[in-house]
DNA sequence: TACCGACGCCTAATGACCCTAGGCAACTGA
DNA sequence: TCAGTTGCCTAGGGTCATTAGGCGTCGGTA
């Protein structure tokens, strides 16, 4: 008999896929064996459960998306910095809606972060441009973050009704993100 | 055999509660069929499904979450308005973070959406002070609902890290808000 | 009050899916 | 070549969604 010579990775990969394909809910042990032409119970050398599945999942989606916003904004500051990260945010997310989906689901706390803590650094050194210190800095990336993923995450599940084009209405939120971390002290002080 | 006296706003108002407390997911017809004392077939007489329950779910939040924030608006306007908005939005999804997160779900194509485009006309109208005309209206409308959702959606989801204040971050997010309409056409012509 | 029809809740049964335990065969390296 | 590892399997138990069909309970009517 055949082995489908099945690896840690290629489940995480194969998963990772049919997340984008079919929703983070429809990666299942049972599809994913499916694709392989294997029995449920197969998985099960390779992955913990299901629940281990989707985290590693999470874990190579931070891994791909740290790895597609540090060249967006490697070299640029300011404006032209803002606009590549906010665009290689949304790219990725529309591109990958499943791993994105699994970006945001609690991580196992015995998981390796560090991907993720990259992504959040990486917002921070993009702001640093705009010369922001603490607290400040803290409230704009989270509001940065907030209008980013809320943006995204409308999008992908179809919130956006109206004919009015989504891309010029993201092109104008970017905008007023800009626009807005460049008065951040001035218009904001508490 | 004693009645449960089972209708399908009793197992609706259930559904609701128990995603309140074990999130979305929660919501199974076994988990509330075990709440009423009762085997999971008798639900279907009161429900057409999984999908229907949580379909109804969505629409009773929707209607609360309009009911809020009507009251919320009327008779204020610019940054009161805004305040006092944005403050019942995150009340509510802090407040009953299922009933929210059912909000978010696709609507079926069938089912009533009169809650959930008063939801929509309320943020319209708020603008209204803010002097907005299309296509900007639609454009800041936008920004809006990803900042709040964003921003309510990661605190939800243990997003926010830091020990940094994020009742402080969130009222600089609203600020900065309010500060972006008052300058949205000077600042973002095209 | 006695009956009857409607329907509320039940049992039974199927099919997905998750997961564990234990076995055999197919690779790997000495 | 042969032994150990381990990849994949069978068997089996549990939860959940859903359908079909039955029975007893309740409200209304004679």
């Known amino acids: 008999m055949r082995r489908a010579g099945l ?12 997340a984008d394909e079919a929703g983070l809910d429809g990666v299942t042990v049972s599809a994913v064996a499916r694709h392989f032409g294997v029995k449920d119970a197969s998985l099960y050398s390779h ?29 640029r500051s300011g404006r032209d910095a803002l606009v590549a990260f906010a665009d ?3 790219g990725y997310a529309r591109a990958h809606p499943g791993r994105y989906a699994a970006l945001q689901a609690p991580v196992d706390p015995a998981a390796d972060v560090s991907a993720a803590r990259k992504g959040i650094e990486l917002t921070y050194g993009m702001l640093r441009g705009y ?9 704009a990336v989270r509001l940065l973050r907030s209008t980013l993923h809320g943006f995204v995450d409308l999008e992908a599940r179809g919130g956006f009704n109206d ?28």
Request: proline share 4%.
């Open 7 to 18: 690896t840690t990775d290629l489940v995480t990969r194969a998963a990772a896929d049919l």
């Open 47 to 75: 992955v913990r459960g299901l629940r281990d599945l989707r985290s590693r999942v999470a874990l190579l989606a931070a891994a791909e998306f740290a790895d597609l916003l540090g060249p967006a904004v490697a070299g």
């Open 163 to 190: 004919p009015r084009d989504v891309d010029a209405s993201w092109r104008r939120t970017v905008a007023a993100l800009h626009v807005l971390l460049i008065h951040w002290r001035e218009a904001l002080s508490e």
């Open 131 to 139: 010369g922001l210190e603490e607290p400040d800095a803290t409230d």
């Open 88 to 90: 290689a945010y949304r």
